[in-house]
């Protein structure tokens, strides 16, 4: 059950770094929570478990253990400018793993839940410029047509404004909160995705649209392959 797990826990990581198999390497849970980037297909994986455990070419797809041997993630990536371990790694943790498996096993894919929007989380300075306050949440920037965001009446950026010599939008809506929880980033947004909805599922998203609340019916359809 990887929603127990704790920063500093010590963990194993088992793969084939350079073709060398069985290899086991360790450290700890370096931070939990993370938003991954994913280059092959432009989308971004939340909720990832950040490990100082070795992690090199060949350890992807290999199990990250806590103590007692349990699986609490699949290693899946690292952050470096060489391509070799610099002392942060990555794995999606193993209540995702337990979601999707099920549907790779029986339809050789999986169905992940998709919005249809873009969109950057709300800075300070963009906070400042659009008089929010303290408010936090996504600002929606794109919502691309005939998709979800589109069908639920959600308004992206049309205006924006250059302030030394950097452009900021001045419209847009700004997501806050989804079935009742809050919003103060994407990665809030993207973990409520992928533990608790499926495709075809309905949403209830809070929404400030020109400083007035409102709350938009949001039905998820699946997220396309990117051509």
């Known amino acids: 059950d990887s929603s127990v797990l704790l920063v500093g826990e010590q963990v194993a990581a088992i793969g084939n770094p350079f073709g060398l198999s069985g290899s086991m390497t360790s450290g700890i849970v370096s931070q939990l929570g993370r938003l991954l980037f994913s280059p092959d ?21 290999g199990p990250l253990l806590n103590m007692k041997g349990e699986v609490i993630g699949i290693n899946t990536a690292i952050r470096s400018s060489t391509g070799e371990f610099t002392g942060v790694g990555f794995a999606v943790p193993s209540n ?8 790779l096993i029986e339809e050789g894919k999986y169905h992940h839940p998709w919005m249809g929007i873009t969109g950057i989380d709300i800075d300070p300075d963009l906070a400042k410029i659009r008089e929010l306050g303290n408010a936090k949440g996504f600002l929606v920037v794109t919502v691309i047509d005939g998709h979800p965001a589109d069908d639920a009446g959600l308004q992206g950026v049309s205006k924006t404004v250059e302030i030394d010599g950097k452009e900021y939008p001045i ?21 409520h995705l992928q533990r608790e909805k499926s495709v075809g599922d309905e949403m209830i998203l809070g929404v400030l649209r020109d400083g007035d609340l409102m709350h938009l019916t949001l039905t998820l359809a699946e997220r396309p392959d990117l051509q």
């Open 96 to 103: 995702t793993i337990k979601k999707i498996v099920p549907s």
């Open 171 to 191: 419209d847009g809506d700004i997501i806050i909160s989804v079935d009742g929880k809050e919003v103060r980033k994407i990665n809030d947004l993207l973990v």
């Open 41 to 61: 297909n432009g989308f971004s994986i939340p909720d990832v478990i950040q490990t100082d455990a070795a992690i090199n070419p060949g350890n992807s797809g």
